[in-house]
């Protein structure tokens, strides 16, 4: 009998997060069920997942019922996920007894990526610059930021995204203020970051202010018109944290009245905006479509996180991305 299985709901899923090869590393590592189960196959196939000690999984993880862990899974002993959030699944497992990793920091790293290429031209300018060269009549003396020297850029949340793009703008000659209502002093010292005593502090002070809040009840509509207005001249502000976490149309009604700022929205609430959406119309609105997490070449990452976890488990070495009750409060 097996002692691992694949379980998704949408196999197409698992195709491409444990394509190129990882399936069959993952198989060449423990005793994988042939077939990709189903949350609608187990009931049928519970005679032969007895044996079963660990879970594969990516988005499309079906939400199981803690009876229906105890019933099908009575060896299971973990549960590796290939993609970011948990919080649709991972209690009932947790309550079992079941050991939780996720692949969330694989997914932090595109995102990290993203947002310091933006942080960059940002400052640069290059986003007002480019529409003014593209005008006629500014093409001549087109917008151009301060630059990437000394400058001050502001982070919102020091979360394994927040601390990933810290650690990316390192060889950057950059101020970096954070602020995070959680991140101990000593924490901050050991970043090398500047904590900010307010958000007001936070948007008053960047030249970029990046969202990398997570959506929790505590933070949705947290950043409003006030913040907004207390920005420097033509500061940038960028979201690929959760677009809940904004009054969105605080920020719009500012961006209208404050052409010289602009905001880059990888994430919206909605997503993507609805037709009535004055972001559409803003010159100084760039939207793109939540493209900064993983995504086509780069989600194969979170399989080689997990499969990595796993291979840690095996060897008896602490795990580095288990997840514990208290987090599923925070991840977004």
Same mark, same amino acid.
């Given at each position: ?183 101990? %002093? #000593? ?5 090398? *970051?500047?904590? @900010?005593?307010?958000?007001? =502090?936070? $948007? /008053? &002070? ?85 493209? %900064? #997490? ?5 989600? *194969?990452?979170? @399989?080689?996180?997990?499969? =990595?976890? $796993? /291979? &840690? ?20």
């Amino acid at each position: 009998m097996s002692e691992a299985i694949i379980l998704c709901n949408t196999p197409e899923h698992v195709r491409t997060v444990y394509g190129a090869g990882r399936r069959e590393t993952l198989a060449e590592r423990v005793d994988l069920f042939p077939e990709v189960l189903t949350g609608e196959d187990l009931d049928a196939r519970i005679s032969e997942l007895a044996s079963v000690r660990f879970i594969f999984s990516t988005w499309g993880m079906p939400p199981l019922s803690e009876d229906q862990i105890r019933r099908v899974f009575p060896s299971l002993e973990a549960v590796f996920y290939a993609a970011g959030s948990v919080r649709g699944f991972a209690e009932a497992f947790l309550n079992c007894g079941v050991t939780v990793v996720s692949g969330w920091a694989a997914n932090a790293i595109p995102v990290a990526e993203f947002t310091v290429a933006q942080i960059l031209l940002a400052n640069k300018g290059f986003y007002a610059n480019s529409r003014d060269c593209a005008s006629v009549e500014t093409r001549g003396n087109p917008y151009r930021g301060p630059g990437n020297f000394g400058e001050t850029v502001s982070l919102l949340g020091a979360g394994m995204i927040g601390r990933g793009v810290v650690e990316r703008l390192k060889p950057f000659e950059l101020r970096i203020l954070v602020w995070d209502p959680f991140l101990a %002093a #000593g924490d901050a010292r050991q970043l090398g *970051v500047e904590q @900010a005593g307010s958000l007001d =502090e936070a $948007f /008053g &002070r960047g030249f970029v202010v990046s969202n990398h809040l997570a959506n929790v009840p505590e933070t949705v509509g947290l950043l409003k018109r006030s913040h907004f207005e207390n920005m420097r001249p033509h500061a940038t502000f960028i979201n690929t944290g959760r677009g809940a976490t904004v009054v969105e149309k605080d920020l719009a009604d500012v961006l209208r009245t404050r052409p010289d700022l602009y905001a880059l929205l990888d994430v919206t609430d909605p997503e993507p905006p609805d037709i009535t959406s004055p972001f559409y119309e803003l010159k100084n609105v760039i939207l793109s479509g939540h493209i %900064a #997490g993983s995504m086509n070449d780069e989600v *194969v990452r979170m @399989a080689d996180f997990v499969i =990595e976890e $796993f /291979g &840690r488990l095996r060897a008896g070495e602490p795990l580095r991305y288990t997840v514990t009750r208290s987090m599923l409060a925070t991840m977004a």
